[in-house]
């Protein structure tokens, strides 16, 4: 592919921010944070990130879902300032394992973590956000919203139409293009409302941004206790994001730059966001899905996605008008890139070539594809909960291990 310009850069920037925009707003709403905020958290933490990693992983940190439900609780019971603390106290458990990984170097960590483990929790990744996708394109109790169904379709059919183009500059922003063309028919359509787009100011953070901004951090033992155990539970779902990046990519970043600095990235970029009152950050699959639809992996746009994050967080009207963008448009956008996700995990075991006549591959795979969709979360203590995923990959690990070759 020929060298993108400036002016294309931002156009792909932009994609980026639509694809992680409905996950990233939508943590605080369900917190009681600030959507605000939480941009500026997430740009913030993507340039942390990237520094980083020597700037050559093409990631997006967002608001993390695996901390919705310690974060509303702590929010509620104890303020900002406590919930500030427990989420610093958060990210430095992930700068901890990062030390961990670098101590014991990163082949030991990537041992664990051979193709018939990685391939499956791939593929549960995406699996697992299909239902998302599908609820947020109209699907309920077993029938869509007409309307909802109507977007979302012609969103999918957009993006399925510009993808099988050939030579096309729309190949390069597909979502976009999808994008627009959804919103435009949910203008059509009635579902647009502009009333909070009229009222909004142009430039400048709410009072209740500013507050929570400037509360101090408090730690105290109930915030730290609920939030930061949390971290060693992702971990695994770090490990896979960046997997998943790295083989729809094509590069091993366990190499270079390393599980540590990944982790390093994650974990400063999630102090970050406590200090200034954002929810922790994360690694997206989202904008992991739309490297994988425009096959651009240049790591700059990424960056200037940060920044137009960051921006969008100080003009509140452009702000406003993308959080009128229909749950449905986004839902048909999600489709497909949930379910590329899905794809990647399946092309890893294919370039593998695992023999699933083997009992031992069989079995492993069985167990993560089970369990890793089966269980949403089980609750550990307090508000403290470990995923499907997470049981799934610590499952197929132990396997890994303990099962010998030649069963």
């Known amino acids: 592919m020929e060298k993108l310009n400036f002016k294309m850069k931002i156009v792909l920037g ?27 958290a997430a740009g913030l933490g993507t340039l942390i ?67 018939v483990v990685v391939g499956p929790i791939i593929m549960v990744i995406g699996l697992r956000l299909s239902p998302v996708a599908l609820s947020m394109a109209g699907y309920s109790n077993g ?69 929570s901004l400037m509360e ?13 155990p949390i971290a060693l539970v992702v971990f695994i779902e770090h490990i896979g994001d960046i997997t998943t990046n790295g083989a729809v990519v094509g590069k091993d970043f366990f190499k270079d730059p390393g599980v540590n600095r990944t982790l390093l990235g994650d974990g400063l970029a999630t102090m970050a966001a406590g200090f200034i009152g954002g929810p922790a950050n994360t690694t997206y699959g989202e904008n992991t899905g739309v490297l994988a639809v425009t096959k ?6 990424l960056r200037l ?17 993308l959080q009128t963008i229909p749950t449905a448009v986004m839902g048909g956008i999600s489709i497909i890139l949930f379910g590329m996700i899905a794809a990647v995990g399946a092309r890893t075991i294919i370039e593998a070539k695992l023999d699933f006549t083997n009992s031992r591959n069989l079995v492993i795979a069985a ?17 403290v909960s470990i995923s499907g995923l997470a ?16 069963i």
């Open 296 to 301: 651009v992996y240049d790591p700059s746009v």
């Open 216 to 228: 101090l951090p408090k730690f105290t033992f109930t915030g730290v206790v609920a939030i930061a």
């Open 49 to 115: 990130f990237h520094s980083v990693t020597k700037g050559i992983v093409p990631v997006f940190l967002g608001s993390s879902f695996a901390f919705i439900g310690a974060t509303s609780l702590v929010l509620k019971s104890y303020g900002i300032a406590v919930l500030k603390g427990g989420i610093i106290a958060a990210g430095l458990v992930y700068i901890t394992m990062a030390w961990v990984v670098l101590k014991f170097g990163v082949e030991r960590v990537k041992s664990f973590f051979p193709p």
């Open 14 to 40: 932009i994609q980026h921010v639509l694809a992680m925009f409905g996950a990233t707003v939508l943590v605080p709403f369900l917190t009681g944070l600030n959507p605000s905020i939480a941009l500026i």
């Open 391 to 406: 049981i799934a990959a610590l499952v197929g690990i132990a396997l890994h291990k303990i099962l010998p070759e030649d």
């Open 367 to 383: 167990l993560i594809f089970v369990l890793g969709i089966a269980i949403d979360n089980i609750a550990i203590y307090g508000a």
């Open 305 to 321: 996605a940060a920044l137009i994050a960051i921006t969008l967080g100080f003009i509140g009207k452009f702000g406003v008008i």
């Open 143 to 211: 029938s869509f919203d007409r309307d909802s169904l109507i977007i979302s379709s012609i969103v999918v059919l957009t993006m399925v139409f510009i993808s099988i183009l050939k030579k096309s500059f729309f190949r390069l922003v597909p979502i976009l293009i999808s994008v627009i063309v959804g919103y435009l028919l949910s203008i059509a359509m009635g579902h647009v409302e502009f009333t909070k787009v009229t009222e909004a100011n142009w430039i400048g953070l709410s009072t209740d941004a500013v507050t």
